[in-house]
């Protein structure tokens, strides 16, 4: 069995700052991790994805994510936020089960940025 | 320009009335899926489908149907909906279901009067 928490419903940050959003797993065997991001009245974006290469995953948009396998984190960064980074970012993972490949997405992290 | 599309992007409709939510794909893509989005419980997914003719249950699937008769299509049924199937729903397409990240479509917001 696999699953994902997003450990914050929300994060506030102030523009020009940097972002965080928390992202801790859990799969039986050698995961995919992505991130998505989903602005108001939009479908869902990639950000970024683990495919078992590089633990450091550069995305668009200046996101990145480090994947941890000792500590079962995916955790998303930016190094400055802007304004048009506020949306809803969700964690995804994504393993073998039973011949399948079902993914499980987090309960996502409403991202604010203030002026 | 490669894209999924959900029709209709909005509907609302009584109980027991049946629906269809149509969706395609132009990027010839194996692996579809459905997925609902509820507040406070991310996405789930209803039914996903790995080729043509080849349909399977995901988390949440009772309540709907779907078919995959075409590659590039692949519509949701709802043949008696109820008010709980009232939700926000994407469709998504990926080269294959092992391990590719998916395209959405911009969703379709269901109310079940």
């Known amino acids: 069995a696999q699953s994902v928490t997003q450990l914050d419903s929300h994060v506030s940050v102030s523009e020009g700052t940097p972002v965080l959003l928390r992202c801790n797993y859990s799969s039986s065997y050698s995961p995919s991790l992505f991130w998505y991001v989903q602005h108001p009245n939009k479908g869902l974006q990639l950000l970024l994805k683990?495919?078992?290469?590089?633990?450091l995953v550069k995305g668009i948009n200046g996101f990145e994510a480090e994947f941890k396998k000792s500590e079962t984190s995916f955790h998303l960064t930016k190094p400055s936020a802007h304004m048009s980074d506020a949306a809803e970012y969700f964690c995804?993972?994504?393993?073998?089960?039973?011949?399948?490949?079902?993914?499980?997405f987090g309960r996502g992290t409403s991202l604010i940025v203030h002026p | 320009e490669a894209q999924v599309t959900q029709n209709p992007r909005y509907l609302i409709t009584v109980t027991g009335k049946k629906l269809t939510v149509t969706c395609s794909q132009n990027?010839?893509?194996?692996?579809m899926s459905w997925y609902r989005q509820d507040p406070g419980l991310g996405l789930r997914q209803i039914y996903y489908?790995?080729?043509?003719?080849?349909?399977d249950k995901g988390d949440v699937p009772e309540g709907y149907k779907v078919s995959r008769k075409e590659k590039r299509n692949f519509p949701l049924i709802l043949e008696s909906p109820s008010p709980n199937q009232t939700s926000l729903y994407f469709c998504?397409?990926?080269?294959?279901?092992?391990?590719?990240?998916?395209?959405f479509g911009d969703g379709t917001r269901l109310s079940i009067l």
């Open positions: 998504a397409s990926s080269l294959s279901q092992r391990n590719q990240p998916q395209h």
């Open positions: 489908s790995m080729n043509v003719e080849v349909t």
């Open positions: 990027m010839n893509h194996e692996y």
């Open positions: 995804v993972v994504s393993g073998a089960s039973g011949g399948s490949y079902i993914p499980t």
């Open positions: 683990y495919t078992s290469a590089a633990t």
